[in-house]
T-cell receptor, first 112, second 115 residues
Framework: EAQVTQNPRYLITVTGKKLTVTCSQN?????MSWYRQDPGLGLRQIYY???????DKGDVPEGYKVSRKEKRNFPLILESPSPNQTSLYFC???????????FGQGTRLTVV | AQSVSQHNHHVILSEAASLELGCNYS??????LFWYVQYPGQHLQLLLK??????LVKGIKGFEAEFIKSKFSFNLRKPSVQWSDTAEYFC?????????????FGAGTRLFVKA
């Protein structure tokens, strides 16, 4: 089954404790991205990747890092989480930057 | 700033009522347009998309959208909503002029359908 898998689904952490949210897709998609969803703001793109070893900033990259060492994986790293990063995060993949996106189930992160 | 605007943040309808959700964007040139739906507690799923050709696009579950280039609009419609259409709906745009290779989403419209 074609899917985008994120882990964990729920995470509560403390300010400053590094964390990683994993994302994996099995559709051989070139393009992957991370979004955060906040009430009234829709989805805002954090980072995206056009292909292996190619990443670029989205609209809200501050406080986040990503890597794309393999085509299928695109982890999101918060080196020092802060409460304003409490949000619902979605990973998405698509064949390329101009085609429909397939979304993961989401990760609800709370930073206290 | 360039953007994607969804006019209604909350819509409440009774079953069998007709639905139209507005979406306007401000990017020139070639655009790809999408409507995604997010059911409560779930991830986003594609409802329909427009890349080129017939500006009236039909999607899943009886939804359709019309691309009007002169108005920079891509409104979503459904003739008769059902209780199961209760969800949040997002319009999205990408293309050469959205800032590199970004997909820009609107803020979303929450639809509640009363049984």
């Amino acid at each position: 089954e074609a899917q985008v898998t994120q882990n964990p689904r729920y995470l509560i952490t403390v300010t400053g404790k590094k964390l990683t949210v994993t994302c994996s897709q099995n559709m051989n998609h070139e393009y992957m991205s991370w979004y955060r969803q906040d009430p009234g703001l829709g989805l805002r793109q954090i980072y995206y990747s056009m292909n292996v070893e190619v990443t670029d900033k989205g609209d809200v990259p501050e406080g986040y890092k990503v890597s794309r060492k393999e085509k299928r994986n695109f982890p999101l790293i918060l080196e020092s989480p802060s409460p304003n990063q409490t949000s619902l995060y979605f990973c998405a993949s698509s064949h390329d930057s101009n085609t429909e996106a397939f979304f993961g189930q989401g990760t609800r992160l709370t930073v206290v | 700033a360039q953007s994607v605007s969804q006019h209604n943040h909350h819509v409440i309808l009774s079953e069998a009522a007709s639905l139209e959700l507005g979406c306007n964007y401000s990017y020139g040139g070639t655009v790809n347009l999408f409507w995604y739906v997010q059911y409560p507690g779930q991830h986003l799923q594609l409802l329909l998309k427009y890349f080129s050709g017939d500006p009236l696009v039909k999607g899943i579950k009886g939804f359709e959208a019309e691309f009007i280039k002169s108005k920079f609009s891509f409104n979503l419609r459904k003739p008769s909503v059902q209780w199961s259409d209760t969800a949040e709906y997002f319009c999205a745009v990408n293309g050469p002029n959205t800032g590199g290779f970004k997909t820009i989403f609107g803020a979303g419209t929450r639809l509640f359908v009363k049984a």
